[in-house]
């Protein structure tokens, strides 16, 4: 069984280091053809690192072909590629903080804010989960088994109509009982769908209006085997409420695991967490080392 964060990463992005390290070891040898270079490139997009940071990362690989330590290099310069878009100053969740749980369908919003919630709680810090998903039925059902077996309060409200009043009511009992950290989770909703959008904006603007003691923090939930579309996900949820991070789920199993580099580069949104497996305990904090170690085959954890 592997246990630790890091080995759970590792682990994770198995699929999408085999593509990887097949291209670096092709140019550490030294032989670069345009066969070669074309087969790189192939390898490096099938992993969603994206056509600019491919782009960048083969120049990079033909002036550093043949030399013994293009492994440990190349370490550096994808941490370097990924650090400069990282915002290191933007805290986590703090004392007093909403996090907004946001993004399509199915990514999965719900886990991640029952798996965020554990770690918070896990952390010493007081958590109260609010169930804004008020469309579907068994949207609360599931999120009162998360709450029940992360041992965290739950505020919801079962014959609600409007998530903007549900958040309304959960705010103030948050205020009453001087919560640290209000996760919400919202429903699914397609970002071009404009009348799903705008209510996303609502309950924002509900938020940051009614409970100034509060800061607000919003995470979109990305699905990392959708690969590019998710780009666009985030782009149009981000012209609708600022985002502040990416919780990006599913990296277990995909070879998809280089949609990082897009995510950072690309939409310039810091990916902040990783859904690592469907258990409370399967969320890991991004790091740039830790990740771009594991990708490049590191020590496992
Ligand atoms: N393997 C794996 N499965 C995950 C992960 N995160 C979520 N899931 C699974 O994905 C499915 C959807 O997760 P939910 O949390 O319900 O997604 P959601 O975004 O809340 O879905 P809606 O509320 O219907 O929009 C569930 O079966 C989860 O167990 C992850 O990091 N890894
Ligand atoms: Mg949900």
């Known amino acids: 069984m592997v ?67 293009v492994g440990n290099d190349l370490r550096s310069y994808l941490q370097d590629l990924l650090k400069a878009e990282m915002d290191e100053s933007s805290s986590a969740e703090s004392e007093r903080t909403v996090v907004f749980i946001v993004g399509v369908n199915g990514t999965g919003k719900t886990t991640s804010a029952a798996k965020l919630a554990h770690s918070l709680k896990s952390g010493g810090i007081s958590v109260i989960l609010v169930g804004a998903d008020t469309y579907r039925a068994a949207a609360v059902e599931q999120l009162k088994q998360w709450c029940s077996a992360a041992d965290v309060p ?9 998530p903007s009043s549900v958040i309304f009511d959960g705010l103030e009992a948050a205020s009453a009982r001087e919560a640290g950290t209000v996760i919400i989770d919202t429903a699914g909703r397609l970002h071009t769908y404009r009348n799903l ?48 991070g990416v919780i990006l789920t599913k990296m277990d199993g995909t070879a998809r695991g280089g949609i990082v580099f897009p995510i950072c580069r690309e939409l310039r949104i810091p990916v902040k967490y990783l859904g690592v ?17 594991s990708l490049l085959g590191g020590d496992e954890g």
């Not at 739950?154 to 409007?162: F, G, K, M, R, T």
């Not at 609502?202 to 800061?215: E, L, N, Q």
């Not at 497996?277 to 170690?293: C, K, M, R, S």
């Open 197 to 244: 959008m705008r209510e996303v904006e609502k309950m924002y603007r509900i938020a940051s209006t009614k409970f100034p003691d509060f800061s607000i923090v919003s995470y979109i939930t990305l699905d990392a085997n959708l690969g590019q579309n998710s780009l666009s996900q985030a782009r149009t949820f981000n012209e609708h409420i600022p985002l502040d």
């Open 3 to 69: 246990s630790s964060p890091l080995g759970r990463l590792f682990k994770s992005l198995s699929r999408t280091r085999e593509k990887i390290l097949h291209a670096v070891h092709k140019i550490a040898a030294g032989k670069v053809s345009s066969d070669s270079i074309h087969e790189i490139e192939a390898l490096l997009l099938s992993a969603d690192v994206g056509v600019a940071t491919t782009e960048e990362i083969i120049r990079w690989l033909e002036s550093n072909a043949g030399s013994s330590s």
């Open 277 to 293: 497996g469907e258990t409370l305990e399967d969320l890991i904090e991004f790091n740039v080392e830790e990740y771009v170690a």
């Open 154 to 162: 739950l505020i919801c409200n079962e014959s609600a109509q409007d």
